[in-house]
């Protein structure tokens, strides 16, 4: 099925023995080597091709040739029509539908009332504690509550949120195929499933109220806007990008936050000099995502004719994995890709995406996470990493650190 022109094929046999418990653990080992020996190769486990270098990954990204298609696993666990799975007219109403709200101007206007006090109120819980695991008690309540309170679910709790989004992550990511491209684990998918359930008990009362009675909260506005008068769109039509917001939305900026903490933490020196000038950390921000992509390796394009990428021969309807991740420590692109440089020079770098499926809230990302940051530093600016507990990252959808223990003089 595939040919490489001009040289000789490589041994490729080492994918066979690739797991999805060690692309989980730690995707780097796997992706270096895809780099230096097949950019763009088929791995087994995901029965898919895999795009592992910034050129590739924004090739097939922005070509004409190819158009967005979901993971199988991500397909399961969100449904039709998922905003990242789309394309044509249906993703121009889904994009036409989320985006106001995160237009720059809209989220100037917003953003700073609406995160600053969240940032705030979970850090009086923490501050004269002198101690506190960041991942779970700051950097992503604030992040889903601040996403929550925007869709309009103000009601429900940050750490229910924060289960639905692990849920889902779990099951976006049970990407596992056998030989005949049946799932491996089809039971992994059963805790998504029951997110999902909650999820719609939940939101199904405020679509009720929201169909009749409009507010100014987004899934309100995805309803009703741009839609002919008396109408709204349908709830089985908008609850698959719903599940996406509750997913990728939900954790992006939480995970980057911390991504971004543990990378200062690793460069003292650097965090001193983010925390004597907070203009640092938009810099600082953009490093922690390119350093650790929170989402990894989610999205997909599939080929919609006979095309040469790489040297590589896909015939149509092939799909081709991007992971942004490997993308963002490509020695192509970066020197020392593997650690964490404030002062790198500021390349683009691939965390949000490439081409009409970019994410949509990169601004909103950023001003959480930025927002977020002051705060912190603000509140604490003697912050330092707590060495008696390390430090594990997870995920290959998804990553970001499991736990960031942290103390401070009181």
């Known amino acids: 099925m595939t040919t490489l022109n001009d040289t000789a094929t490589p041994d490729l046999s080492w994918l066979d023995d690739v797991t999805m418990s060690e692309l989980e653990r730690n995707p780097y080992r796997t992706y270096e080597r895809l780099r230096a020996e097949a950019p763009l190769a088929f791995v087994p486990v995901l029965g898919s091709f895999v795009a592992s270098t910034a050129a590739i990954c924004r ?29 044509g007219d249906v993703h121009a109403d889904l994009r036409g539908m989320v985006e106001p709200a995160l ?76 030989e005949d491209g049946e799932f491996a684990n089809p039971e992994g998918f059963v805790e998504g499933d029951r997110a999902k359930a909650e999820i719609q008990a939940a939101v199904d009362p405020l679509i009720d109220r929201w169909i009749t009675r409009p507010d100014d909260s987004a899934i309100s506005h995805w309803l009703h806007d741009g839609m002919p008068p008396g109408r709204t769109r349908e709830r089985e039509y908008i609850y698959p990008t719903i599940y996406v917001y509750l997913l990728g939305a939900m954790q992006e900026p939480g995970h980057g936050i911390a991504s971004t903490l543990v990378g200062l933490f690793s460069e003292p020196k650097q965090l001193e000099q983010v925390v004597d000038d907070p203009a640092l950390i938009p810099r600082a921000i953009s490093e922690g995502m390119r350093w650790t992509s929170p989402i990894w390796s989610a999205t997909a394009r599939i080929s919609k004719r006979a095309v040469t990428v790489a040297g590589i021969d896909l015939p149509a309807g092939t799909p081709v994995i991007l992971s942004y991740g490997s993308a963002n420590h490509d020695t192509g692109q970066y020197d020392a890709p593997t650690r964490f440089d404030l002062h790198r020079p500021p390349l683009p770098h691939l965390a949000f995406g490439a081409g009409n499926h970019a994410c ?6 950023n001003h959480v996470m930025r927002i977020a ?38």
């Open 59 to 87: 090739e097939i990204a922005t070509s004409p040739d190819f158009e967005a298609v979901i993971t199988p696993a991500g397909g399961r666990t969100f449904g039709h029509p998922a905003i990242i799975g789309v394309n």
């Open 360 to 365: 949509a809230g990169i601004y909103y990302a």
């Open 373 to 410: 940051l002051e705060e912190l530093f603000e509140a604490v600016p003697n912050l330092q990493r707590d060495t008696r507990s390390d430090v594990e990252f997870w995920g290959w959808g998804f990553r970001g650190p499991t736990s960031l223990h942290v103390s401070w003089e009181v």
């Open 103 to 178: 237009q720059p101007v809209e989220v100037d206007r917003y953003v700073d009332d609406l995160v600053r006090p969240i940032a705030r109120r979970h850090l009086e819980r923490i501050e004269n504690n002198g101690r506190a695991e960041l991942v779970s008690q700051y950097c992503e309540p604030v992040s889903v509550r601040s996403l929550g309170d925007l869709l309009g679910l103000k009601d429900v709790g940050s750490d229910t949120l924060r289960d639905w989004f692990a849920k889902l992550s779990r099951s976006f990511t049970n990407a596992a195929m056998t």
